[in-house]
Structure formats: C-alpha cells, structure tokens
C-alpha cells in the first residue's frame, strides 16, 4: 500500500509518511481534500484511485499512509471517532461469537459491547483481568473469536503483557485488538509485539490539541483489513478531510508532545505519591506500579496519564477538583493541557456501579491527564487544591 517505511525512524515516519509535497503545486502541507467525486478518464478508470469520497480521500489517504507507518502495519483505516472505530470493527461479528475484553476498558466501548453489540447483534461478551494472562486462558471458549485489550486501562491504568497474551490468545486461534489510545503511535506498538490490529482514538493524544473527535485502525493482516474497508465503505462512518488533516498535523509533533507529557507526569506523580492527603497513585512509570516491569518492558513512553486515590471520599474529591485553577475539569485526555476528572461521576458514569466497586473506581479516584505546561505551574495548582481539603 505504501512505501517502505522501516528503514526510517518513528519521528520521521510521523511527518513524512504518506506526505509528500503535492505532485501538481510542490504544497508541503497536505491539501485538506473537499471534493466528494472524482472524475473517471472513462467509466471505471479513474485518476488517482479515488472515485466518491466515503469510498476514499486523499487527506484521509494521507492519515491513513502515516498512522500505518507510524504503528509498523501495513494498513490503516480512519473512521468518525474511536467509538466509530470499534463499532465497525463489530460489525464483522454476529450471534454465536464469544468476544473477552480487558475489564477496565473505557467507558464508551463497554456501553457499545454490553448495550449495542449484546442486545442487537447477540454478540456474547467476557470481561477479564487481562493483567492476569492465567484468568484470559481460563476464559478463552470454543466459540471465542476476539480479545479486545486496553492497556493502560482507563481510568485504573493496569498493564497488560501484549505479547504473552498475543501468545496465548494465538494458540487459541483467537485475534488480538488493542486499544492502543492512552499510549500513541510513540509509546507502544502492539502490532510489532503480536497483536492483530491496533485501534486508537485520535482525539486524544493522536490530535492533541482538544480539537477533533477521529479514530484509527491499523493492521497488517490483509483479510481483516479487507473486511473492515468493506464495513468502513459499507456503513460510511468516516472523518471529514478537515478532521484528517488536524490529526494529521498533530502527528508532526506527537514525539515532542510525548516526551514532554512523560516528563511533567513523571514529576507529577512522584509528587503525589509523597503527599500526606493522597493514599495511592497510580502511573505505569513509577516503581510502585504493580505491573511496573512489564511497562517497562513494552512501553517506550509512560505517557501522560495518572490517577490516584485521595484519603477520605467523594467531598474531598469535589473540593479538590473545584479548587484547581489550571487543571480544567473535563472529560477527554491527551492534549496539550492539563485536565482532570472524577471517573465514578464523569467518563464512567454509564459503568454499573457495582463493576465500578469491583475496578476500584471509588468516589475518591481522580484522574488526571498531565499536560505540556510549565511544570512548576501544574505543580503549584495540585499543591493550592490538595489544601483546600
Ligand atoms: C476516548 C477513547 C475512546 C473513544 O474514542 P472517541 O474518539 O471519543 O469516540 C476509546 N478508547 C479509549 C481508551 C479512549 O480514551
């Protein structure tokens, strides 16, 4: 589908790949592509492979040729939003399928297995502690055609070890997808450990400026890339040209904004653990983290993602969360600025709560995505909230 890439760092790979200057007018930036045809010579032969814009794009083309570079697969596929992403990848899937999906997952993609794919298609679901390789084998059924693996979880933050799952998961003859979003095409890459396919949501770290909702496939298994273009074209939730040339763009910087965000969170997170007021945090870059050799292991960048348990319960978590000044209260992560939020109440608000007592998503976790700011600016606000208790 594209050139060959491994010959090129993942830096270069995220400004170049599938963006060459423009062959008619030399354009170094990709030209966000509006048109919804494309003239054909003759009925059938077209100029540039593209014909009617859900079918393909040129700026989505361009992401597309990127994200696969930058993930180490060979293809790639863009959709409307990460939900879109994973509700299409669903779609290859009916009644009598077994799916088992890391337990911890984000919210918005338990809604859609328990209260879309469940009821409508009758898809059974399994969810699992996928920290722990033993429970996924035991819970593996004849019947099972995927796992879906998040890790980082969200919001508890639990490693996973992707290739000895992948392993296992293998002799299953059971396909593995990662939700790969908290990490980015920098941090982790799932594909080159195992993994099937790769999805993310762009509007995170991908996009990193709180500016568009897209998400990403990648794969370099060329049957089910064939199944889940014919979806992609089939059910048409697609990103517009604009959206696929901001997380294009966000992509040229995504080293830079990473690096930075493991630096602050780093700092952050050693911080919090010191403090009198926090009972636990949870970062996969710290020693403490239960499964702190496994990150290191896989993952080339901790990210900018912490959560951590306050002592006390939820008046001291609202009292903390309204007292911060330039950490925003909001949902979403991965952007440049700092946000924090409170899961048992926000983001995972549609979790039963009692799988939410089971994940320890308790009225006194607090999530906080680290931005790229001054980090004795970020520092100063944790320490002015953390009084006010
Ligand atoms: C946000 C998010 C999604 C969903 O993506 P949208 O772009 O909001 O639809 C999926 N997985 C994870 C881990 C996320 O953080």
């Known amino acids: ?127 699992v502690n996928t920290s722990d390789p033993a429970a996924v084998e035991a819970a593996f059924k004849p019947n099972t055609k995927l796992l879906w693996l998040e890790t980082p979880t969200n919001p508890t933050l639990k490693i996973s070890d992707i290739q000895l799952i992948a392993e296992i998961a293998h002799k299953h003859g059971v396909h593995v997808y990662v939700d790969n979003t908290f990490c980015s095409p920098y941090g982790q890459h799932p594909i080159e450990l195992g993994a099937d396919a790769v999805v993310h949501s762009c509007t995170k770290y991908i996009g990193g400026h709180t500016d568009v909702v ?45 690096k930075a965000h493991q630096k602050n969170a780093l700092r952050v997170a050693q911080f919090l653990e010191s403090h009198p007021k926090v009972d636990k945090v949870l970062y996969p870059g710290l020693p403490s983290h239960p499964q702190y050799e496994i990150a290191r292991k896989q993952m080339k960048n901790f990210s900018g993602m912490i959560s951590f348990y306050l002592k006390g319960g939820l008046a001291e978590a609202r009292r903390f969360l309204e007292h911060v000044k330039l950490f925003v209260c909001a949902e979403s992560l991965g952007a440049v600025e700092c946000l924090l939020e409170h899961p048992g109440i926000m983001t995972h608000a549609s979790v039963p709560e009692e799988v939410r007592a089971e994940l320890g998503i308790s009225d006194s976790l607090i999530r906080l995505s680290i931005g790229v700011e001054h980090i004795d600016d970020i520092l100063r606000d944790l320490t002015g909230a953390l009084d006010a208790i």
């Not at 859900?54 to 993930?71: D, I, Y």
């Not at 911890?104 to 059974?124: A, K, S």
């Not at 298994?221 to 294009?248: H, R």
């Open 214 to 258: 897209m998400g990403v496939m990648c794969t370099s298994n060329e049957e089910i890339y064939n199944k889940v273009k014919f979806l992609q074209n089939t059910i048409g939730a697609v990103p517009s040209p604009f959206d696929c040339y901001l997380a294009l763009r966000g992509m040229k910087t995504l080293h830079l904004r990473m």
């Open 1 to 127: 589908m594209s050139e060959d890439w491994s010959q090129y760092h993942q830096e270069t790979r995220f400004i170049h790949a599938g963006q060459p200057p423009d062959p008619v007018t030399g354009a170094l930036a990709t030209p966000i592509s509006l048109s919804t045809t494309f003239a054909q010579h003759s009925p059938g032969t077209t100029y540039g492979g593209f014909e009617y814009s859900r079918t393909g794009n040129p700026t989505r083309k361009a992401f597309e040729q990127c994200l696969a570079a930058s993930e180490g697969a060979r293809f790639a596929l863009a959709f409307a939003s990460g939900c879109a992403t994973t509700a299409t990848i669903m779609a290859m899937y009916g009644p009598g399928t077994h799916i088992l999906s890391s337990d911890d997952v984000y919210g918005g993609t338990r809604r859609l297995f328990t209260r879309m794919c469940t009821p409508n298609q009758g898809i059974e679901f399994g969810f």
